[in-house]
């Protein structure tokens, strides 16, 4: 559910309320988040036309 929708059915004039109060990280999602971010990271390190020049 999105933490904005929450924020409004809760009354919260600030969403961040509600995300500091009512959110947990799940085992579940915290692995999913690290397979997800791994997966990007290793894409881009290792593309078929090389790694991307650092930005100056």
Same mark, same amino acid.
């Given at each position: 559910?999105?933490?904005? @929708?929450?924020? +409004?059915?809760?009354?919260? !004039?600030?969403? &961040?309320?509600?995300?500091? @109060?009512?959110? +947990?990280?799940?085992?579940? !999602?915290?692995? &999913?988040?690290?397979?997800?971010?791994g997966g990007e990271l290793f894409?881009?390190?290792?593309r078929p036309e090389?790694?991307?020049?650092?930005?100056?």
């Amino acid at each position: 559910m999105p933490g904005k @929708v929450v924020a +409004q059915l809760m009354e919260h !004039a600030n969403v &961040a309320t509600t995300l500091n @109060v009512y959110t +947990q990280v799940l085992d579940g !999602a915290l692995r &999913a988040a690290v397979d997800r971010i791994g997966g990007e990271l290793f894409t881009i390190v290792h593309r078929p036309e090389g790694p991307v020049a650092p930005m100056q």
